[in-house]
């Protein structure tokens, strides 16, 4: 069993909709938790940084973190067709420099 | 400010060669690590530098190497490739180096045949 779980998808929604993303993860360390979005051809590109429990929101973005089930999300508000993209769950373990864990990643579809 | 930069973007070698890929971290960023992503494995980790010292590697064979630059700049190396070495390898800086956001560059692609 991995260390970190996400549903492949992929996920197609309706522009406009809300979108829940989801990882589940065992490693109790973790305590760092990111996710990114990945266009086609490109790298990982940054969208949410959260320490420990949470939420936090940033535009249409909201990350949630339930570390007592281990389990975090992401909601995207007024889902948009340039939102589609594979989104990648990662997190890290405090003295573990930058090494990251991360799920496999979950590829979305936003239909106009 | 220029992201991470990745040269170059794509590579074809043959099984048995060697390969050094390069990376140029955002200006200012101390720590470099490098990532391999296979659509069956995911993103994995490869190694991580700061100020020109490894400080953690992950589980590939000794066959994967690194350095980094005064400069902060790094380049990682596969000798003796394998055809499952056939990846997208990405490069990542960040700030400083602990727990520190991640920003990656686009990654160079390599094809071993």
């Known amino acids: 069993q991995k260390e970190v779980e996400q549903d492949p998808g992929p996920l197609s929604v309706p522009e406009g909709a809300i979108v829940s993303l989801n990882c589940t993860y065992s490693?109790?360390?973790?305590?760092?938790f990111m996710w990114y979005r990945q266009y086609s051809r490109k790298g990982p590109e940054l969208l949410m940084y959260t320490y420990s429990s949470g939420n936090k929101e940033d535009g249409r973005f909201t990350a949630q973190v339930d570390k007592s089930s281990k389990y975090i999300s992401l909601f995207i508000r007024d889902s948009q067709p340039s939102d589609s993209a594979t989104y990648l769950c990662a997190m890290s373990a405090p003295n573990a420099g930058n090494m990251l864990t991360f799920g496999g990643g979950t590829r979305l579809m936003v239909k106009p | 400010k220029a992201g991470v930069t990745q040269t170059p973007r794509y590579l074809i070698k043959t099984r048995g060669q060697q390969v050094t890929l390069s990376c140029s971290p955002i200006?200012?960023?101390?720590?470099v690590s490098w990532y391999q992503q296979t659509p069956g494995q995911g993103l994995q980790f490869l190694f991580e530098y700061f100020s020109e010292t490894q400080r953690n590697k992950g589980n590939f064979p000794g066959r994967f190497s690194g350095r980094q630059f005064s400069n902060s700049r790094s380049e990682m190396n596969v000798s003796t490739l394998e055809l499952g070495d056939s990846a997208l390898y990405l490069c990542a800086s960040s700030l400083s180096g602990t727990n520190s956001p991640l920003h990656f560059g686009n990654g160079t692609r390599l094809t071993v045949t």
């Open positions: 200006s200012g960023h101390r720590s």
């Open positions: 490693n109790s360390a973790f305590q760092y």
